[in-house]
């Protein structure tokens, strides 16, 4: 058995409407994201809402200052609390937030099950320039994440990436239910790699598919894809694999 899956087991994904608020410098950037795919299905299905909170529209002063120097000195600028405490305090429900940050826990799937079948609305303040005034993270923030140990120029692309993953597993989201069950991390494939996958034609430059899968023998194949994912997950990404872990 994989890693992951204890860890999955027990959690049941709820039939109500997700809110997620971005709080962003370019909400341009979020509304285009998610305007394909299954973000457009899931919000058009009524299953999720995805609101672009501009962070300008809360600005200190009338030049839409969001941003000042460091205290103590040193390059770049750091995002205020003021526009980022107010664009919280005027939603309508006081929502998980979560904040993009290079010191936060590394986004995995499971991050995704457990908050996709949270009942609270979730808002992701996207970092920007230098980082976020410390006293809005320990007083607002409750929890932070990372898209791994890389810098990027803002939070936008982590938060489209944690909502892209909480969203799909939402019931209905995808046209196949079975679709995100299945994939990897999740917990058809026991917390581990999905097995290879082959299509038409049935030889390319030389190579053929494995003719189990050209056997129309189920459960052969579903033995053989258990097998592959298993090794796939071995020799990829042994960390997720338990000490005792056996092919059946």
Known sequence: MFGMTKQLIGIK??????????LTVHPEFIRAYSSFGALRAAQTKGLARIDPIALR???????????DHPYGGGDGMVLRPEPLAAAINALPTRPTIILTS???KRWTQQDAQLLAASERPLAFVCGRFAGVDQR???????AEYSCGDVILTGGELPAL???DSIVRLLPGALGNPKSAVDDSFSP?????L???LYTRPPVFEGKTVPEVLLSGDHDAIASWRKRDALERTRRYRPDLIDDDARPD
């Open 13 to 22: 994904l709820t039939c109500l409407m997700l809110s997620c608020y971005v």
């Open 57 to 67: 529209d809360y600005a200190v002063d009338r030049h839409g200052s969001i941003d």
């Open 102 to 104: 290079p010191i936060g």
């Open 136 to 142: 809005f993270i320990d007083t607002y923030v409750d």
């Open 161 to 163: 990436m944690m909502i």
């Open 188 to 192: 058809g494939c026991s917390g581990g």
């Open 194 to 196: 999905e097995h290879a």
